[in-house]
């Protein structure tokens, strides 16, 4: 099993800046990448950041020159520094973590923490 919290949502006015975090714990060496998706209201679940276990890299294209996602494995923790924030970005942000384990994957999700952009 692998268990993930999030942290670091807020309220930030548009143009601010957060950084989430999310810590990995468990099982964590079963993991080939680690990601955030966001649902805001009304919308579907969207992939907004990835990092592979080799270190790709993966971005929506609403994001690409905003956010950041990276990740330090000494500490098991995945970060997503979002810089000129949007209203649009206004979500429930989610971290998602892939456990390869003997040829099959599993999916492990954090609960969520809020991100509310106000413009």
Same mark, same amino acid.
């Given at each position: $099993?692998? /268990? ?8 930030? $006015? ?6 989430? @975090? ?8 079963? %993991? ?18 990835? %990092? ?18 990276? %990740? ?8 997503? /520094? ?31 923490? /809020?991100?509310?952009?106000? @413009?």
């Amino acid at each position: $099993q692998v /268990q993930l919290v999030e942290s670091g949502g807020g309220l930030v $006015q548009a143009g601010g800046s957060l950084r989430l @975090s999310c810590a990995a714990s468990g099982d964590t060496k079963c %993991i080939t990448a680690m990601g955030w998706y966001r649902r805001a209201p009304g919308k579907e679940r969207e992939l907004v950041a990835a %990092i592979t276990d080799s270190g790709n890299t993966y971005y929506t294209d609403s994001v690409k020159g905003r956010f950041t996602v990276s %990740i330090d494995n000494a500490k098991n923790t995945l970060y997503l /520094q979002m810089s000129r924030l949007k209203p649009d970005d206004t979500a429930l942000y989610y971290c998602n973590a892939d456990c390869l384990r003997t040829a099959a994957t599993s999916y492990y999700w954090g609960q969520g923490t /809020q991100v509310t952009v106000s @413009s």
